[in-house]
């Protein structure tokens, strides 16, 4: 029995465009860790918060970054700080780490986050490993796990030549033994929206549902919160808008309709400074008359508990903030990001909680929207929020990983 046991798995997030993936795929770790403590993980990431794993005893490979220009019609990719190489070299040798990595490791099961393919389909040498292996005795678990919505339809097929030269294709997501997605059906039907509906993929197909990396009991009281940040034991109102183009516009804007309702004076307004908004609009907003009575906070793991203890809270409509908000009850206005795909807008559509208010960018640039605001500070709202549950999540991929384990090497060896 002890050989069907996982003892190593390898996990690999590409996380290019922002630090929701890596929050995302810590989430599901820790949440396997509770029940098998002894299992090995190593993650493979471009991540630029690889600290967050390390704080949880968990070893990075930190590959070499780039980023997506989301702002862009043709949404460009470059190297992040490795200004002098061309975008091949960096995925030549991101390729050749992510090999290394694998055969020095040698995983029980290989996780591979979001993409299918790995970024700019770096993990085909590996997924050709899987199908080579598939079966074998130095098979391995294939997982996928999403958040669901996605921007496009992933690669589902991948040429080779065979032996007899002709020209032909693998279906990748053939070669996958389970796929997760971190999502209620009725939210994304991905086998409908993304794979073609393809009745195969559908038996390996699991909807967990949403994940945050703090469940209920863990988040923070008020005084413990409010003093991590710094921050005195006032009403506050909680900002934090990404790095897109319009994010200096939008925080002026906001702070303007604060000024001229009031607001400003009767609460602690917060906002987050991400760590890619463009330089010159960071310290543009940082210099502002309108800015004087704000307090600015650099980017710090688990805002949840801050969320928690927010009168207020004005973001983006990203997976993981949402999660938050319905985990938390807090009240909010999510303002969709205008690029990716129509993913920000897609899910703030599948929201319907008495605590979450949909804005549109031009709806805040606009001229009528201070009355809303005061509104919402003033009226209560009833929520309770949702107790998602990383660790029931993480019991339900253990149990099957090693369920697939027992029955594959028993078939193997009979």
């Known amino acids: 029995m002890a050989a069907t046991k996982i003892k190593r798995i390898l996990v690999y997030s590409h996380n290019s465009i922002g630090l929701g993936h890596a929050f995302r795929t810590l989430a599901v770790i820790t949440g396997m860790k509770k029940w098998r403590p002894d299992i090995d993980f190593l993650v493979i990431s471009g991540t630029s918060i690889p600290q967050i794993f390390f704080k949880q005893g968990i070893e990075v490979i930190k590959l070499p970054s780039v980023k997506l220009d989301i702002d862009s019609k043709d949404s460009t990719m470059q190297s ?111 086998n409908k929206q993304f794979l073609g509906n393809d009745p195969d993929l559908e038996k390996k197909i699991t909807y967990l549902g949403k994940i945050t990396n703090k469940v209920r009991d863990e988040l923070s009281v008020r005084c413990d919160a409010l003093g991590r940040f710094g921050l005195q034991d006032r009403k506050t109102i909680l900002i934090s808008l990404g790095r897109n183009h319009q994010v200096l516009d939008l925080s002026l804007k906001l702070l303007k309709l604060f000024q001229d309702t009031g607001i400003i004076g009767l609460y602690q307004v917060v906002m987050i400074v991400d760590p890619y908004l463009d330089e010159g ?21 688990d805002l949840v508990d801050l969320v928690y203890n927010s009168e207020l809270v004005i973001s983006r409509a990203g997976y993981n903030t949402v999660n938050e908000l319905l985990l938390t009850g807090a009240k909010a206005i999510i303002i969709p990001e205008s690029h990716g795909g129509g993913e920000q807008e897609q899910r703030a559509r599948s929201v319907n909680a008495p605590n979450i208010f949909v804005l549109t960018e031009d709806e805040i640039l606009g001229d009528n929207s201070g009355g809303l605001f005061l509104e919402l500070l003033k009226n209560p709202v009833n929520s309770a929020g949702y107790n998602f549950d990383k660790y029931a999540i993480g019991k339900t991929i253990i149990d099957d990983l090693e369920n697939w384990r027992a029955h594959h090497c028993r078939f193997r060896y009979e």
């Not at 390729?95 to 393919?117: C, G, K, R, W, Y």
């Not at 543009?284 to 704000?294: A, D, I, K, M, Y």
């Open 80 to 190: 992040r700080y490795l200004a002098g190489f061309e975008l091949e070299e960096i995925f030549d040798f991101r390729q050749t780490m992510i090999m290394a990595s694998f055969d020095f490791f040698q995983p029980d099961v290989l996780i591979i986050e979001h993409n299918m393919t790995g970024q700019m389909s770096e993990l085909i040498p590996l997924l050709m490993k899987k199908w080579m292996r598939k079966g074998g005795p130095m098979d391995f678990t294939l997982v996928h796990i999403c958040r669901g919505i996605m921007r496009w339809v992933p690669l589902l097929r991948i040429p080779y030549q065979n032996p007899r030269h002709r020209s032909e294709s693998i279906n990748i997501g053939a070669l996958y033994d389970f796929m997760y997605v971190l999502e209620d059906r009725q939210v994304i039907d991905i």
């Open 281 to 301: 609009a960071a310290q543009t907003l940082r210099c502002h008359p309108l800015s004087n009575q704000v307090r600015f906070l650099n980017f710090v793991p």
